[in-house]
Nanobody, 124 residues
């Protein structure tokens, strides 16, 4: 069983930066595939980024070049560094985990474990 808890959300101005954290429990965390998703009001939950190993990362086109996903296995924590934030980035951000790397890594249905989310608001 893996439990996830997001933190680090808040209110920032457009062009600013924010770093989200996802603290995870479980002795097998280091072997899990990790992902970040977000959901804006009235919209479906969408893929943001995923990481399987130190060399394998994927990003949605909308955040490519601005966001970076990383992990610290010693701290059982996954991070999402968000730079050059835009109002369109406003959403609740969720971290997700799965014990098997999914081929369809961008699908919300590919991840077994989820956190409760943290709010990110980007103002003009």
């Amino acid at each position: 069983q893996v439990q996830l808890a997001e933190s680090g959300g808040g209110l920032v101005q457009a062009g600013g930066s924010l770093r989200l954290s996802c603290a995870a429990s479980g002795r097998t965390f280091s072997s899990y595939a990790m992902g970040w998703f977000r959901q804006a009001p009235g919209k479906e939950r969408e893929f943001v980024a995923a990481r399987w190993s130190s060399s394998i990362t994927y990003y949605a086109d909308s955040v490519k070049g601005r966001f970076t996903i990383s992990r610290d296995n010693a701290k059982n924590t996954v991070y999402l560094q968000m730079n050059s934030l835009k109002p369109e980035d406003t959403a609740v951000y969720y971290c997700a985990a799965d014990p098997v790397w999914p081929i369809n890594y961008a699908s919300r249905y590919s991840y077994q474990y989820w956190g409760q989310g943290t709010q990110v608001t980007v103002s003009l």
